[in-house]
């Protein structure tokens, strides 16, 4: 029976390397407890200190093809981090944590956060009554703020916490309109509303497939979405034969076979075989 391969230094956020063991925020230092993910854009990390976890997300420096990305990384670790601070009065927001050091040098693709109690939403897994309800006010919130979180497609980016609420991590790729580097574009204010309606898309396909039978209504594709598709759909599949054709992925290139899968991969794996 074939085995996939490890990921090749290409295909890993920080090349050949590992996050840090230890890394030093605000002067309080943690340690490496558990790496949830390390893929193409970023490997995220639990570190535990004397009295805290946290979660530390390290963005790609790894060059593509001799192009270098660090530059990138920063970009995206800068994103994130701006859009917690300004999420920060949100209980269901992580609070974002100061600048990361490892070996006494700053890591400026990194951005760290604080740890939340819980477990990635599982496929059609039943929840509180609450629970998309706080979630949906949270993203209204978050959209009359001016920031579209845009990867609400991912169910692991929602964590079901310990205490039952609903929490959002992963703000790498959010759009932010009132950023000074997009909110001088034409048409900029369009193309927020569209990803806003996505994110509200996202959303009610999550409660669709987490309620009985009958109890929610099937959402409908936004027609942007639609269109986005035809250019996403085909990228994916290509991309998932690539990795195939190198041996990260066996079949047809479902995560789920890949050496060392992302935590909910793992968890949601467990669970089916328990």
């Not at 805290?52 to 790609?60: A, M, T």
């Not at 001016?146 to 990867?151: E, Q, S, T, W």
Request: proline residues 7%.
């Amino acid at each position: 029976m074939p085995t996939a391969r490890p990921r090749s230094p290409l295909f890993r956020a920080l090349g050949a390397n590992e996050p840090p063991q230890e890394v030093t925020i605000a002067g309080e230092h943690f340690t490496l407890a558990e790496l949830y993910k390390h893929d193409s854009w970023a490997a995220t990390a639990r570190y535990v200190g004397r009295a805290r976890s946290i979660v530390c997300k390290f963005n790609r420096v790894q060059p593509i093809l001799g192009l270098p990305t660090a530059s990138l990384g920063r970009r995206l670790a800068d994103r994130e981090r701006r859009a917690l601070e300004r999420l920060a009065d949100l209980p269901e927001i992580p609070n974002a944590l100061g600048p990361v050091y490892a070996h006494g040098k700053l890591l400026r693709n990194a951005v760290a956060r604080s740890y939340v109690a819980g477990h990635p939403l599982a496929k059609n897994e039943q929840v509180g009554p609450e629970f998309f309800a706080t979630l949906r006010r949270v993203l209204a919130e978050m959209h009359r703020r001016g920031i579209a979180y845009v990867d609400l497609h991912k169910r692991e980016n929602v964590i079901v916490g310990d205490d039952g609420r609903p929490y959002l991590v992963d703000f790498q790729i959010c759009f932010d309109v009132t950023h000074t580097r997009v909110k001088w574009i034409p048409g900029v204010q369009r193309i927020f509303e569209g990803l806003c309606t996505g994110d509200r898309y996202h959303l009610s396909k999550h409660v669709h497939n987490a309620a009985a039978a009958g109890e929610a209504p099937v959402p409908e594709i936004p027609l942007w979405l639609q269109l986005h598709r035809v250019v996403a759909v085909p990228f994916r599949t290509l991309r998932r034969r690539l990795l195939v054709a190198r041996g990260v992925r066996l079949g047809r290139g479902s995560v789920t076979t890949e050496v060392f899968a992302e935590d909910a991969v793992r968890r949601e794996s467990a669970n089916q075989a328990a």
